[in-house]
């Protein structure tokens, strides 16, 4: 059983930024791809952000210089670093986990956490 926890959703104005977090569970986690994503009611879940066990990122054209995923391998943690929200970025955000390598799509992954919210006003 994988079980991933995020954190730190929240409200914040325009302009603002968010910092989220992503329980893993345990070492395994540093040899898989991870990944953030969102999602709006009633749109398909957005891939957002992935980052491979060598540490390498890549984004969505959406969030790309906004957003930055990192992880703590040692902390067994996930973060991204949201900058210059918009309130387009209103969304329910999750972090997903593949025991093989990943695109931004969610089919892609077989684990996720519950979901934190991210408002935007």
């Known amino acids: 059983h994988v079980q991933l926890v995020e954190s730190g959703g929240g409200s914040v104005q325009a302009g603002g930024s968010l910092r989220l977090s992503c329980a893993a569970p345990?070492?395994?986690?540093?040899?898989?791809?991870m990944g953030w994503f969102r999602q709006v009611p009633g749109k398909e879940r957005e891939g957002l952000a992935t980052?491979?066990?060598?540490?390498?990122?890549a984004y969505a054209d959406s969030v790309k210089g906004r957003f930055t995923m990192s992880k703590d391998n040692a902390k067994y943690t996930l973060y991204l670093q949201m900058n210059s929200l918009k309130p387009e970025d209103t969304a329910v955000y999750y972090c997903?986990?593949?025991?093989?390598?990943?695109?931004?799509?969610?089919?892609?992954?077989?684990?996720w956490g519950q979901g934190t919210q991210v408002t935007v006003s």
């Open positions: 997903a986990a593949a025991t093989y390598g990943a695109t931004l799509v969610p089919a892609d992954f077989g684990y």
């Open positions: 345990g070492r395994t986690y540093s040899k898989w791809c």
């Open positions: 980052i491979g066990s060598s540490g390498i990122t």
